[in-house]
């Protein structure tokens, strides 16, 4: 405790009755979260603690729970959901199929989330494993979203007539790990093999394809990717990171995305998973971070593995429930190891896990506050989200 | 033999409805709500007014008697002329039952008891018993003696009201009268808080009052038999709260105290005896050994004598490792905390002090807090709540330059903390709960203004039962279901057995006839043979006659004749005879003929048939009012 006390400015624990696989800011100070079981889960609007906002007299203020503000039942998994901006409409996909769900987040007159509408998804290809919808909002009206499960299925669709307002010029079944607007019309589509296209709604222009460079060296196992754009006023200065399976991380400038700017080799690798298990996102209000969390392992922990480990305890359990912050100004375009500036292992040392015989504690989701620079939100497979705003203990240093 | 009862209980409600109506608990909640805006963010938590009436087999009874901390006039009582306008609450009443000493749960009681009027009992803990008054009399000090307020109870009130109380204790059944039984559960919360089992003949209610469903440092989570009660009454202050964790909490609170010492300032910890400030001392304690912390940590020697005298008096109360700990050495025998001197105040260099009150309106904790005021290097943490007019009240509210008596201003430079440990069941212990007492209905109160529809979906959805969440003043009616246990005869039962049929079915309700008589207050089945001779009863016969005109130009007897043999040809099976003294009788009815005085050939037929044969009758009189048919000879 008095370790993690410099660690932190602010570490909120919480406890919810079901893990989480999304987290999704509805306003500064809303988050909604939805479980993700077969069958019956629960979609909750939860407004976070005014102490974490207060910035004067914050010792007055002794407030520090989550409130749900607003809930409601659905009897599918939750593997994705979206906000759409400016509303209090919200789009949820099972991960299952391409149809996706319509909700009503509900006003200040009641608490209820309640269902509204759904959305069909495209399906090109029959026999192919449909796999769950990316989604993608901005701020529209009337309200749309983008959505599509591969390549071939992403379409702009009108929420409230479910008209199809676009559809991606491709015939291509790369599957879709993540979709994001780069401006109002121009967005980014990355896949799980590694590729990303770039197209406009307005223009029924094929994309753009990038695809990444070559693994260094192939160890058998197909290499997935996870690819995040950072947000900003300016899509021309929006970079692009994609991280891979085997712990490589890429940056590419948008107007050269074939390329990398910096590339490193991360503390993590992941083995055996899906898409939906790993995050990585650009911090949206501090320069050149990145946080990375899902099943991922320290690459040193996996190579020591392969010899011979005489480690008591799993040292798998302890890492996959971190989520690492590194500071990607530092690397450079040679592929060099980086160690993370900072790692929330809160959840790894959560009271919940005992001895052997339990499963690892996984992260399932973070994401980063829109605007506090260090202030992220954490969930585990264990149903615990923590609210932690981190110190960066290297630039305390060089003071 | 169980399930026999059962299924013959649910039989005896189809045949005596009556008694099934008049089982109609009425629930009124009175002002459980407070839509008050409150004047510190979050500090309302446990603000609010509980005050509960339950009506259930025709007994009145009043679940806590709380006052509204957020008025100064007489909006912070109940309304008691809602209960009865004109009669005496005595007379209503049956009784009253305390949760716990907090005030908004407690703290109307001396003005119900004697300024309104009730010399009813009044229960609650042994705790509460002891705890209560000191609270009241605390409160009372503030208003009128320190506010100046008029029309509010005396001292001597708070006595008289405490005279009334019968204590409870936990588990143990208590009979208020030959028909109303109340028992006392383990609520958490604070010590001696109770959750309450109000059972009248097979209806009862249970009233959670403030309950947590987790343990912390001093005491244990709540706990209930599976006791299915008709209606589960539950406080809802965090329903709608995912509460941050204690540990969370805890470390927030070393580190502020940890940060002021090493920059060398002093802490004041106002508290109240009893609660928190064990629970804080544990854990300043722990902390202290585990760092090796030098600077002091002292207590205010009232607080150690009341609290050792309190804890000794109800260790049952708190957890376990207590209970423990207590065998092997005083509660207040800590390593690191020292009993406080007046002159310590001025020592230089760090130190942490708990002192009371908690609110800093008098005493000791104001005395050290005037003198460390001026300080910035100094903090103040407030465990909990504190009511207006207060400094306490005022610090939480920002207020920088104090109004000391004799006009002399008290400027607070040092930090001012605020920290809540109040421990209430969130949405996950109120399913706990539900899980644990498996309701029949489900009630939510003392909850916040806002609504809580989704909760009531997820309650109704996950247990299948009827969630209610009145408003303030609102009344609400649930009707149950009683199942009623019957005694039933031997003799009866084997007369069943003897009539053959398939053996019963023990998971299945079965029809039984017999006669329930209802004797020194229990329900007997037996037969009616049975209960003539117990009741001392003669046998009636009920006996239904009919005439049906019939044509028929035959003589009497003749005209008898066809109808026997017109019966013959249709009731097959049946016992019919054509009697010499000129009668049919079928089975048990009895058929004349005679002629009409003007028209011989209409003829009139009596028809007689006893209770038992009441189908066949009707039927007879049926078929002969179609007339005989022709060819009949």
């Known amino acids: ?399 | 033999m169980q399930h026999k009862i059962q299924s013959l209980t649910q039989d005896s409600n189809h045949t005596s409805p009556s008694r099934a109506e008049r089982f109609h608990p009425k629930l009124l909640t009175l002002q459980a709500h407070a839509n008050q805006p409150r004047s510190v963010e979050g500090a309302g938590q446990d603000v609010g007014r509980s005050c509960i009436l339950v009506s259930i087999g025709g007994k009145n009874i009043m679940l806590d008697c709380g006052m509204h901390m957020g008025y100064n006039d007489d909006r912070r009582f109940p309304d008691f002329s809602y209960i009865t306008q004109n009669g005496r609450l005595t007379d209503f009443l049956d009784c009253v039952i305390i949760s716990h000493f907090h005030l908004d749960h407690c703290g109307a009681l001396p003005y119900m008891s004697e300024m309104v009027g009730y010399d009813g009992p009044i229960y609650m803990t042994h705790p509460t018993k002891a705890i209560c008054p000191i609270l009241l009399e605390d409160f009372r000090k503030i208003t009128v003696d320190k506010k100046g307020e008029t029309n509010f109870f005396t001292s001597q009130m708070i006595k008289d009201c405490m005279k009334k109380v019968i204590p409870l204790n936990l588990h143990q059944t208590v009979q208020v009268d030959d028909e109303l039984e109340i028992k006392a559960y383990y609520a958490g919360h604070v010590l001696g808080a109770a959750m309450v089992h109000i059972k009248v003949g097979s209806e009862s209610v249970v009233y959670t009052g403030d309950y947590n469903m987790t343990p912390d440092r001093h005491l244990g989570a709540a706990w209930i038999d599976k006791c299915r009660p008709d209606i589960l009454i539950s406080e809802s202050t965090y329903a709608t709260t995912i509460r941050d964790s204690k540990r969370c909490r805890e470390r927030d609170f070393l580190k502020k105290v940890h940060e002021t010492i090493e920059r060398g300032g002093k802490v004041l910890i106002p508290v109240f005896a009893l609660g928190r400030a064990q629970e804080l001392c544990i854990l300043l304690e722990t902390f202290w050994e585990r760092m090796n912390l030098k600077a002091p940590i002292y207590f205010s020697t009232g607080l150690t004598e009341k609290a050792n005298h309190y804890y000794k008096l109800f260790i049952t109360w708190t957890n376990q490792k207590i209970r423990k700990t207590f065998v092997q050495r005083n509660m207040f025998e800590f390593k690191h905390i020292k009993a406080f001197d007046r002159s310590y105040a001025d020592n230089p260099g760090p130190m942490v002090v708990f002192a009371t009150p908690g609110m800093l309106h008098a005493g000791q904790s104001l005395q050290i807090f005037k003198k460390w005021a001026g300080n910035e290097k100094n903090m103040v943490i407030m465990p909990g709540y504190c009511v207006q007019g207060t400094i306490g009240h005022k610090i939480l509210n920002g207020q920088r330059k104090l109004e000391m008596e004799g006009r002399a201003t008290l400027d607070v430079k040092l930090q001012v903390e605020y920290m809540s440990f109040s421990a209430h069941a969130d949405a996950k212990g109120i399913m706990q709960l539900i899980r644990m007492a498996e309701p029949r209905n489900m009630v939510l109160v003392h909850g916040e203004a806002v609504k809580m529809e989704f909760l009531k979906g997820k309650i109704e959805q996950e247990f299948s039962i009827d969630c209610y969440m009145p408003a303030n003043g609102e009344t609400i009616t649930v009707t149950t279901n009683p199942s009623v246990p019957v005694d039933i005869s031997l003799n009866l039962l084997k007369r069943e057995m003897a009539l053959g049929g398939p053996l019963p079915d023990p998971k299945k309700p079965r029809t039984m006839h017999g006669t329930l008589i209802m004797k020194e207050n229990s329900l007997k089945l037996v037969s009616s043979e049975q209960a003539l001779k117990e009741l001392g009863l003669n046998e009636h016969q009920l006996r239904f006659t009919c005439r049906v005109q019939l044509q028929d130009p035959h003589s009497d007897p003749d005209t008898l004749h066809r109808i026997y043999t017109h019966l013959k040809s249709v009731l097959k099976g049946y016992t019919i005879q054509h009697l010499p003294d000129g009668t049919v009788m079928v089975e048990s009815i009895v058929i004349k003929v005679s002629s009409s005085a003007e028209d011989t050939n209409t003829k009139v037929l009596l028809l007689s048939w006893s209770y038992q044969d009441e189908d066949l009758g009707s039927f007879l009189s049926t078929l002969l009012k179609k007339g005989l048919p022709s060819g009949l000879c």
Not at chain 1, 120 to 127: A, I, K, N, S
Not at chain 1, 200 to 221: C, F, I, K, Y
Not at chain 1, 253 to 274: E, F, H, I, P, Y
């Open chain 1, 1 to 399: 405790e008095e370790r993690t006390s410099g660690l932190y400015k602010d570490l909120h624990v919480y406890q919810l009755e079901h893990p989480t696989q999304v987290i999704e800011w509805t306003s500064g100070r809303t988050v909604c979260v939805a479980g993700f079981s077969p069958s019956k889960n629960e979609i909750l609007e939860l407004r976070l603690p005014r102490k974490l906002f207060a910035d004067e007299n914050k010792g007055l203020c002794a407030e520090r729970d989550f409130k749900v503000v607003h809930g409601g039942f659905t009897d599918r998994p939750v593997r994705c959901l979206r906000h759409v901006p400016g509303t209090r409409c919200a789009v949820t996909g099972d991960g299952l199929s391409s149809n996706l769900q319509v909700w009503d987040l509900g006003g200040d007159d009641s608490d209820v989330i309640r269902r509204t509408g759904s959305i069909e998804g495209r399906r090109r290809r029959t026999g192919v494993s449909e796999g769950g919808s990316s989604i993608a909002a901005r701020p529209s009206s009337p309200p749309q979203i983008l959505h599509g499960a591969q390549i071939s299925d992403v379409q702009l669709t009108e929420l409230s007539s479910g008209q199809t307002l676009y559809q991606l010029e491709s015939d291509s079944a790369d599957p879709l790990s993540s979709l994001h607007f780069l401006s109002d019309a121009v967005f980014l589509a990355g896949c799980s093999n590694g590729n990303i296209y770039v197209a406009d709604t307005r223009t029924s222009a094929a994309p753009q394809l990038s695809p990444p460079p070559p693994p260094p060296v192939s160890s058998g196992e197909s290499v997935l990717w996870w690819t995040d754009a950072s947000a900003g006023p300016d899509p021309s200065g929006c970079r692009v990171v994609r991280l891979s399976s085997s712990g490589q991380a890429l940056v590419s400038d948008l107007r050269n995305l074939g390329g990398a700017v910096s590339r490193a080799q991360l503390d993590v690798q992941t083995r055996r998973c899906g898409p939906d298990d790993v995050r990585v996102s650009w911090a949206p209000a501090l320069d050149d971070c990145i946080a990375v969390s899902g099943r991922l392992v320290p690459k040193a922990t996996t190579d020591k593995m392969r010899t011979a480990s005489k480690s008591s305890h799993s040292p798998l359990a302890g890492f996959s429930g971190a989520v690492q912050i590194y500071d990607a100004s530092v690397w450079t375009s040679e592929l060099q190891e980086a160690r993370p500036l900072f790692e929330h292992r809160g959840h790894a040392v959560s009271p919940e896990q005992s001895d052997d015989g339990v499963p690892p504690i996984l992260v399932t989701s973070h994401v980063w506050h829109p605007e506090r620079p260090r202030t992220l939100l954490s969930a585990a497979s264990d149903g615990s989200v923590h609210v932690w705003d981190w110190v960066d203990q290297s630039a305390a240093d060089k003071r």
